[in-house]
Structure formats: structure tokens, C-alpha cells
């Protein structure tokens, strides 16, 4: 093709863009393997766009050899839209579809093919898939289909399996064995494990251990972990099996699959090579083993293909799944060139999103990691913006103190002209998503919670979830108690004990009577051998009336809107009726009436379980009352609930129809047990599964750190900076090969070489162990700190508290908020430390749990006179009942709110 650019300065002409010589030396680069260490807002999409214009331009090659891979859609689409305007605007043109649409992936004549990793890998299997075996006509199994396929394995396991134990050495429930199967499969996929290899490694460590002399119980715990594995696997080979049955591939097996490919069919990289004479490598530093071993068996292994790896490893915050950044850190070795040398190493330091200030505070952070990772540059301001950008924090007292500083704090930026959506709110994890929106409501401000994890936090997703996990297994002792406490059947602690001591006599497992009644409670919701396993469900199923017609007891007891009944409810006494156990427990009336109601609801509800998903969420809501009462209030933070409440029924729906990233179903309808193990699966990795963004509404966005990633705001507040396991830094934590059964063990890790060699059988060895290992988690937890302090163009707000809601010791700053302290306090022009509360004296206690009790409302709360009105139109229906109660039939107190 002719050469319409010669020289750099052409480039910046056509494009309008003053590229620094960092960004132009790897513009520029020759046509030979490089890597790119892209710091935070350093514009390395505008840089890989670029890239394509210069090699398109000087005539190296057509548009069409260039192949670009990133990892969700709108990231692909974002660079295929930067790509394709920056050669519009060259003059390089492309042959565009006439409406502009495309599907994602396909590439029309004359212009770059641009996709995610598993697009490209799926393609390949498509293509090339015959040659292992696979055959063309293999379907996508995404998350939907996985985890109703392993549930599907589940139920048809034998009589005689015995599930593994967690952690604490009780019997997984069946959602967490059905998230426990289809993590240990990923794991063999990302690390190209067979089965075979892993029961052959784990025989050879119980032998071992069998030998050793474990002396406490850490150690014991490790060959446990290593019996349930091989159980697991049993149900991971079932599951491969069925998969393979139906010609089945999920997004594992297809990157495992064309990693085979790239490594054992070297025909295959020599025509892809052909095919693609440039490839771009977008957050390399997120790709997994697996997504390397296919990459360089394609690409590098000495072929010197111009490959171009972009990433930076202080953004490297997915190693919980799978992600691996040594790939970065070792680009150069697996893509040299063809003479052996080391592939090339540039970097972009230079930040064009945050001002001078945020930046030096942001590099003081990361200091740690360039530590590590010696090709990574501090972080320097684009010219003129040295002196730019505030940081603002605050330490208060308490929790609800905090919220209301955070709340009046944004508040008044929109109120002084900030828009809404240029505002973000950073969580380490979702707990406080509930409070925060409340807080922002009552002050006008507009939010929008962002991402699955989110929904599943906030109150009105969170009820109807619970309600959910007790009609699917009627084990689910803490989603019960989160029901029977919460506001609307306000259970009180004695009766809640009571019911917990009935439960393990109805499976002859008696207690001292001495025991107090948190141990007793506590006892009833831990897991237990299945078999013998304490059901709350089944006892407070004692209080309905079997004899009846419809399987109810009393009248209705059961605490409404108005916050009425439970413990301290007003209604008469009066048994619930039913064929109760002779065990003279002495429940409070109320409580009675309560749990018989509660028990014909679920009893009623389990008999819809079959029927289609959204069929079974819609009746709960109708039953429990929570979609009636959320359209009957005129409340802005009902409407904002409204709105929750529909974002997750559409991800409900999505998951049921196949959609949207979650589906790709197997025979049949999506069922209740697999949906939920999938919310356990987004709910423990705290990001979540779904890749959804904000939607771009003028509202103030909530999300987790994680998914902030690749997103910025003129405004970002980072809530919660304490030290502990919800805090931000979090206390590191992974699930460590030691101690579970769905962990891969790290010697057969493609990235073992990167983790602590492992302890030898001893006490002390694996204390040192599990150090170096806490060690290199809390890397990465600093790396997601350095992410959010990242995202934040003007203004930064930092804030913590020292009294939690619950918590009996106090909290305080963590290093990052004591940080952003000090960072302040070096020079006024860099910030303000707005409030800093001394730390409570020893003797002191939680003003939160010495304070009177507050009244909980469900679902929203009332005003007095609305209040007051629906009191009253209360007592005339309990007058009318108790009016025409027939005998046997006692009236209820706490009359549900209409």
C-alpha cells in the first residue's frame, strides 16, 4: 500500500494531538515485539490507536492485518471506535458497515479486527477447533447454563457422596458446593490441569501427609482440604462429561482449548501470523496462564511477531480470578525476538486525567509496588496541571456520622454546580450501599447503584434474595434469621434462641441448658453434617396448623409496614395453633403467631418452586408484599428502590433468557438453585460477574473499587478507610489451597514460580508460609487503592469513623486515610483535613449499641402522620377479626400495613 505519513510531526498534524515522546517512541516503534507500561490516565488507548495509523500510514501494512484484543465489550468497542476515527481522520479509510453497527469481533474489509480475548479464542476454536476434536457446531455454555449444569450434577449425585468441608469444617450447603464445582473447573482450565494431574498430586500430599506429624489445627485442615478436592473432582469430571455430551464450551474451556491449540498445533500460529501481521494486547497485565500459554504459542516463543502488550502492573487488582502479573512483568522473555533477545520495554508516566497534587499523593501510595515492578514510572501531570487537584478528609466519631459528612459533602457540590454523574462513590465492598443512597436521597441528590454486587446489598434485593435461599434449601439458617429479625417480623433475641433450641432437638442433638442464648443461636446457623443438619426451617414449620385447609395457624401476626409486632408487638396472644413438640420452650404469643405466618408463607411459596424463574421471583415479592409496598409510597427513596429493585429483576431475566454475558442455558428453564449459586459467585468475589457500568444517567455513581477501574470522575469519595476485613485496605484474604477444596494447589499453578515456595509440615514453616502469602495479597489490595486514588480528575474525599454500627471495639484511620492526612498536612494548598475525632478511651463503649434501640421499618420508612394513619386503620381490622374470630383462632397483633 502507498506511504501517506513519513514523519512523526505528520501524525500529530492529522490528529490533533500533542503527543508526548513517550507516547510517540512507542507510536513510532519498529515492527518487532514490545512492551508498554501504561501508568493510570497516561492515554495508552490513544497511543494503540495511533499505533495503527502510523503502520497503516507509512505503508508497513493494510488495516486489516491488525489485530487487537482487550476484555469486555465496551472496551473493545471503545477501541475500535478510537481506532477507526483516527484513521478516518488520516484519511486511511475503512469499509464501515452502512448503519455503523457491527457484530463485536467482526471486522469488515480494510479495517483492524478488534475483540475481546474470549471472542478471538472462540473464533479460533471455531475455526481450528477439529483439530483436538472439538466440533464446529459447539455451543457457548456462559454463566446461566454453567451453574444450572452444575447443579444438574449435583442433585444426581450418589446417595453415598460426601461433600466437602469448608473451611471452618463444616458441610457446604448445596449453593456454595454448586459455586465450589465450577471454580475448581476454572481453575483446572486457567492452569491447563487435567483431572488426572490433580488426583495424582493430591494422593502423593496425603501420602506425605499421612507421614507427617501435624500438630496443630491449621495442619490438620490441610489434608481435609485435599480428601473434599478429590470429591469435588468427581463432580468436575461429571460435569466435563455432560458438558462434552452436548457439545457444550464455556468461557474456560475455550480459552483452555485454544491454548492447546496454540501450544501443540504450531499450524495454527503459522497461519494466524499470516493472517494478522501486527497484534495489540490490551491490560495485558489481567490475562490468566492460560490466556499467555495462547498468546505466545500464537505469537512470540521466538517468532518475533510484532506483538505490543499495553498494561501497567499497579493495575493488576484481578488476581482473585485468575489473573496473573508476572505475564507483564515477563513479556519480554515470552515474546523475544527472533534472536533470543528480550522483546523491547517502553513506558507512558505522563497523567492527563488528575491534577499534580493527587498524583504525587497517588505515587507515595504506590511506592511499594515500583518496587516490584522496576519498569513502572512515577506517575507525572501534563504541563500546567502541576499544582492541580484537592485532596479533603475527615475522621469521625461514628459511622452515622460519617455517612451524614459524606452525604452533606456531596450534597453541596451539586448544590454549588457540580453535575451529579461526575461524582463517584468508592466502596471497598457493598455493605454501606443501602446507607448511602439513603443518605443521598434525603438530600436530593440522584444515585445509581452500579453492578450486581451492589443490588445485592441493598435491602429490598437483599430480603427477597434471603427469601429465596430458605424456599431452595431449607438449611439456610442465616438468610431465616436475617428474615425472622429483620423489621418486618422483629423477632427478638430470646424467642430466636428458643426457636434455635427447638431446632437441634427436632434432630436429638440436645445442648446444655446453660449455654447463653447467642451461643445457642450461633450453633443453630453454623452448618453441620447434612444428615443431622440443625433446620430452622423445620422447626419453626412446628407452628403451623397441619390440620387446616391451607396449612395456617392464627391470624395475622405478622409485623408490617408500620413496624408493629414482633418481641414488643401490640397485638393479643393467642397460639398460632399446630402440632408443636412437647418440649415446653416458653415462645411469646406474639412470637407464635409470627413464626406460624412465616412458616405457611414459605410453605405456600416452595409449592411454585418448579415453575420458571422470574415466575417464582415475582410471587415472592407479590406474597411477602415488598413490590405492593415500594409503588404504593410516594417516597423518592421508594422510587430509587423501585429502580433497584427492577435492575436486578432485569439481570434475573437475563440469566433465565440467556443474555447479556450471564446465559447460554442447558435444556429447560433456568432454575432457582442455579441463580442463586450464581449470586453466591458474584456476592464472594465482591466485584461480581456481571460486567455492567454506570449507565450514564446525571447521577451520583455508587460502585465497588473494582469496578472502577478504567472509569474517572471530576469527584471521587472513598468511604470507609479503616483497617479490617470490610475496610479499605481490606484484610487480605484468598482461599488458600491449605484450607479449601476448590482451590487449585499452587505447585500445579502455571504462576507458581511467582508465590512463596510451599511450608513443609511444620507448625513454624507454615506460619512463615502463610505470611509471605498475606504479604504478597496485600500488594494487591494496595494496587486497588491505588486504582480508586486513581480515578479522581479535581477532588479527593477520604473519610472513616472509629464506632461501627455493631461493632464493640473501635475502628479508626487505616494507612490510606492516614495518608491522605499527612498529605494534607504537608502543605495547606494541598488539601483540608475537614474533622478528626480523638480515639475513644479504653473503658468507652459504642454510643451505637448503648444508645435506645432504633425502630426498623420495612420497607421504607413512614412519616408520623402516615404513620399514624395506617396504626389506625390497623386496629379496625384487628376489631373486625376479633369481632368474628371463630373458636380456635386467635387474633394477631402488628396487623400488616396495607
Not at 30 to 58: E, N, Y
Not at 452 to 469: F, I, K, R, S, Y
Request: proline letters at 7%; a negative charge; one cysteine or more.
Amino acid at each position: 500500500m502507498s506511504a501517506r505519513l513519513s514523519r512523526p510531526e505528520e501524525l500529530v498534524e492529522l490528529l490533533g494531538i500533542p503527543f508526548t515522546p513517550e507516547q510517540m517512541a512507542c507510536i513510532t516503534a519498529p515492527l518487532a515485539p514490545q512492551a508498554i507500561v501504561a501508568g493510570a490516565g497516561s492515554g495508552k488507548t490513544t497511543v494503540m490507536a495511533a499505533r495503527v495509523v502510523w503502520l497503516t500510514g507509512t505503508g508497513q501494512l493494510p488495516p486489516e492485518k491488525v489485530l487487537g484484543l482487550t476484555f469486555t465489550n465496551k472496551a473493545a468497542a471503545e477501541l475500535s471506535e478510537r481506532v477507526r476515527a483516527a484513521l478516518t481522520k488520516a484519511g486511511i479509510g475503512t469499509d464501515a458497515a452502512e448503519d455503523g453497527t457491527r457484530a463485536e469481533g467482526e471486522a469488515g474489509d480494510g479495517e483492524p479486527q478488534i475483540s475481546t480475548y474470549h471472542a478471538f479464542a472462540g473464533r479460533l476454536i471455531s475455526e481450528h477447533g477439529l483439530r483436538l476434536g472439538i466440533e464446529p457446531s459447539s455451543r457457548l455454555l456462559a454463566d446461566a447454563g454453567r451453574f444450572q449444569l452444575a447443579a444438574e450434577v449435583l442433585r444426581a449425585a450418589p446417595a453415598d457422596f460426601e461433600p466437602p468441608t469448608n473451611a471452618s469444617g463444616d458441610a457446604a450447603s448445596f449453593s456454595t458446593l454448586v459455586t465450589d464445582l465450577i471454580a475448581l473447573d476454572g481453575e483446572l482450565n486457567e492452569h491447563l490441569v487435567t483431572p488426572a494431574e490433580l488426583r495424582a498430586f493430591d494422593q502423593r500430599l496425603l501420602a506425605e501427609l499421612a507421614a507427617a506429624r501435624l500438630s496443630n489445627a491449621e495442619l490438620r485442615r490441610v489434608p481435609q482440604a485435599a480428601s473434599g478436592r478429590g470429591r469435588l473432582l468427581a463432580l468436575v469430571e461429571e460435569y466435563r462429561s455432560r458438558k462434552r455430551a452436548r457439545d457444550l464450551l464455556d468461557f474456560g474451556d475455550q480459552i483452555a482449548q485454544a491454548a492447546r491449540l496454540a501450544r501443540d498445533v504450531p499450524e495454527v500460529g503459522r497461519v494466524l501470523r499470516e493472517q494478522f501481521a501486527v497484534v495489540l494486547l490490551d491490560e495485558y497485565q489481567d490475562t490468566s496462564v492460560a490466556q499467555r500459554i495462547l498468546l505466545a504459542g500464537l505469537f512470540g516463543g521466538g517468532t518475533g511477531h510484532p506483538v505490543t502488550a499495553v498494561g501497567d502492573p499497579c493495575q493488576a487488582i484481578y488476581g482473585w480470578r485468575g489473573a496473573s502479573v508476572a505475564n507483564l512483568d515477563d513479556f519480554p522473555e515470552h515474546f523475544p525476538h527472533r534472536d533470543g533477545t528480550p522483546a523491547a520495554r517502553f513506558s507512558l508516566s505522563e497523567n492527563r486525567r488528575s491534577g499534580g497534587r493527587l498524583l504525587a499523593l497517588a505515587n507515595g501510595l504506590a511506592a511499594p509496588l515500583r518496587e516490584r515492578h522496576p519498569a513502572v514510572r512515577p506517575l507525572r501531570p501534563a504541563e500546567g496541571a502541576e499544582r492541580d487537584g484537592l485532596v479533603r478528609c475527615a475522621l469521625l466519631r461514628t459511622h452515622a456520622e460519617e455517612m451524614g459528612w459524606l452525604a452533606d459533602t456531596l450534597a453541596h457540590l451539586v448544590a454549588t454546580g457540580t453535575p451529579p454523574g461526575e461524582i463517584a462513590v468508592l466502596c471497598r465492598t457493598a455493605g454501606d450501599f443501602a446507607t448511602i443512597q439513603r443518605e443521598l436521597v434525603a438530600r436530593d441528590v440522584p444515585v445509581e447503584v452500579v453492578g450486581l454486587t451492589g443490588l445485592l446489598h441493598m435491602p429490598e434485593v437483599a430480603d427477597l434474595v434471603a427469601v429465596c435461599q430458605v424456599l431452595a434449601d431449607p438449611t439456610a439458617n442465616a438468610p431465616l434469621v436475617r428474615l425472622l429479625t429483620g423489621p418486618r417480623w422483629r423477632i427478638g433475641p430470646r424467642d430466636l434462641a428458643l426457636l434455635g433450641r427447638r431446632a437441634r432437638l427436632l434432630v436429638r442433638r440436645p445442648e446444655a441448658d446453660e449455654r447463653d442464648a447467642a451461643a445457642r443461636l450461633a450453633a443453630a446457623v453454623e452448618g453441620t453434617d447434612p444428615a443431622e443438619v440443625t433446620s430452622l426451617a423445620d422447626a419453626l414449620d412446628t407452628f403451623v396448623d397441619r390440620g387446616g385447609p391451607d396449612g395456617r395457624g392464627g391470624s395475622d401476626g405478622r409485623g408490617g409496614h408500620d413496624g408493629r409486632g414482633g418481641q414488643d408487638g401490640r397485638g393479643d396472644g393467642g397460639r398460632g395453633g399446630g402440632q408443636e413438640p412437647d418440649d415446653g420452650l416458653p415462645f411469646s404469643a406474639e412470637a407464635r403467631i409470627r413464626f406460624a405466618h412465616l412458616a405457611a408463607e414459605i410453605r405456600e411459596l416452595r409449592r411454585s418452586l418448579g415453575d420458571p424463574l422470574m415466575d417464582v421471583l415475582h410471587r415472592v415479592l407479590a406474597v411477602t408484599g415488598l413490590e405492593v409496598e415500594l409503588s404504593a409510597s410516594p417516597q423518592a427513596l421508594a422510587a430509587r428502590r423501585r429502580e433497584t429493585l427492577g435492575a436486578f429483576l432485569d439481570i434475573a431475566a437475563g440469566f433465565a433468557a440467556g443474555q447479556g454475558g450471564t446465559g447460554g442455558t442447558v435444556d429447560g428453564e433456568a432454575t432457582l438453585p442455579a441463580f442463586l449459586a450464581f449470586l453466591r459467585a458474584a456476592e464472594q468475589y465482591d466485584q461480581g460477574l456481571d460486567g455492567s457500568l454506570p449507565a450514564g444517567e446525571n447521577a451520583v455513581q455508587l460502585l465497588t473499587a473494582h469496578r472502577a477501574k478504567g472509569l474517572e470522575w471530576d469527584v471521587v469519595a472513598l468511604p470507609g478507610l479503616y483497617p479490617g476485613q470490610s475496610g479499605f485496605p481490606a484484610t487480605p484474604r484468598r482461599e488458600s489451597w491449605l484450607r479449601s477444596s476448590r482451590a487449585l494447589p499452587q505447585p500445579l499453578r502455571g504462576d507458581a514460580a511467582t508465590w512463596p515456595e510451599p511450608p513443609e509440615w511444620t507448625s513454624a514453616s507454615h506460619r512463615a508460609y502463610a505470611a509471605e502469602v498475606t504479604e504478597q495479597l496485600r500488594l494487591e489490595e494496595l494496587r486497588l487503592g491505588y486504582v480508586a486514588v486513581t480515578r479522581a480528575r479535581s477532588l479527593l474525599l477520604g473519610s472513616a469513623h472509629w464506632w461501627g454500627p455493631s461493632q464493640r471495639k473501635p475502628r479508626g484511620p487505616s494507612e490510606y486515610l492516614v495518608a491522605l492526612r499527612r498529605h494534607c498536612e504537608e502543605d495547606p494548598a494541598h488539601g483540608e483535613v475537614e474533622a478528626w475525632a480523638e480515639q475513644p478511651a479504653e473503658d468507652e463503649e459504642n454510643p451505637a449499641l448503648t444508645g435506645p434501640e432504633q425502630d426498623r421499618v420495612w420497607p421504607l420508612p413512614l412519616d408520623p402522620g402516615a404513620l399514624a394513619r395506617r396504626r389506625e386503620a390497623a386496629d379496625q381490622v384487628l376489631a373486625l377479626i376479633r369481632a368474628d374470630a371463630t373458636p380456635g383462632v386467635a387474633a394477631g397483633g402488628g396487623a400488616r400495613g396495607g
